[in-house]
Nanobody, 125 residues
């Protein structure tokens, strides 16, 4: 059983930056895929960024060039560096882990992920 704990959310001004972290326990994140998703009330969860076991990454068009996903296998931690934040980025951000390998086109699809963190709120104003 994998447990994921996110941190790093908060309130920031438009144009600012935040770095989200997700510490995993119960399995090693180097084996499979991980992703960041976000959700606002009454909307479906949206894939933001995903990373494969080899470090290859995929991004939603809305965050390309502003967000960077990375991981530290030794620390079993996933990161999301968010720069140039806009009000539209306001959401609850979730870390997710998939205990399978997947093709790049599925990295941003929540269906393929088995474990989820509790979320960390990001508010941009």
């Amino acid at each position: 059983h994998v447990q994921l704990v996110e941190s790093g959310g908060g309130s920031v001004q438009v144009g600012g930056s935040l770095r989200l972290s997700c510490v995993a326990s119960g399995d090693t994140i180097s084996r499979y895929c991980m992703g960041w998703f976000r959700q606002i009330p009454d909307k479906e969860r949206e894939g933001v960024a995903g990373i494969e076991s080899d470090g290859s990454a995929s991004y939603a068009d809305s965050v390309k060039g502003r967000f960077t996903i990375s991981k530290d296998n030794a620390e079993n931690t996933l990161y999301l560096q968010m720069n140039g934040l806009a009000s539209e980025d306001t959401a609850m951000y979730y870390c997710a882990y998939a205990s399978v390998t997947m093709s790049p086109r599925n990295l941003l699809v929540s269906y393929w992920y088995d474990y989820w963190g509790q979320g960390t709120q990001v508010t941009v104003s």
